[in-house]
Structure formats: C-alpha cells, structure tokens
C-alpha cells in the first residue's frame, strides 16, 4: 500500500491528528506533506468534474433546444473513453 492510501485509509482519524501527533518531527512533515498532496489530487480532480458536469449541462440544455451538434456528443463521449 502507498503512502497515499494509506493516509486516505486513516482518514477518519482525521488529518490534523495524524499529521500534529506525537510523532517525530520527520514523520510528522512527510504526513502533512502527504496530506496536501492527497488535498491538492481530490481538488484537481474535483476540478475535472466541475468542467465535465458543465459541460453536459449545456449540452443537454443545447439538446433540449434542438441547437445540439453531433460534434457536441462526440467530444463528451470521448472524454469518458479516456
């Protein structure tokens, strides 16, 4: 298990705790390190779902009112293939 994992999978503790602990001090920076990279990954792909959600809004909005283009679906259906 990576250590990203295994952070996620302490989560429940809470990250404060793991992180301001009674750990040394080594541990305890590569945890807080740790934990903003897992922050940084869930808002970059939190991000990535932001746009994805727009976008079919708008396609189905465009749909609704007949102004859809077939290029419109294939750009969205590629993007799941991905």
């Not at 922050?39 to 009112?65: F, N, T």
Request: aromatic share 4%.
């Amino acid at each position: 298990m990576d250590d990203l994992h295994r952070l996620a999978a302490f989560r429940a503790r809470g990250v404060s705790q793991l992180c301001n602990g009674s750990r040394p001090a080594g541990v305890r920076d590569r945890l807080s390190s740790l934990a903003m990279r897992l922050i940084d990954d869930l808002r970059r792909e939190h991000d990535l779902i932001e746009q994805v959600a727009g976008s079919l809004r708008v396609y189905a909005r465009r749909l609704a009112r007949g102004e859809a283009r077939a290029q419109d679906a294939a750009s969205l259906l590629r993007f799941f293939r991905l």
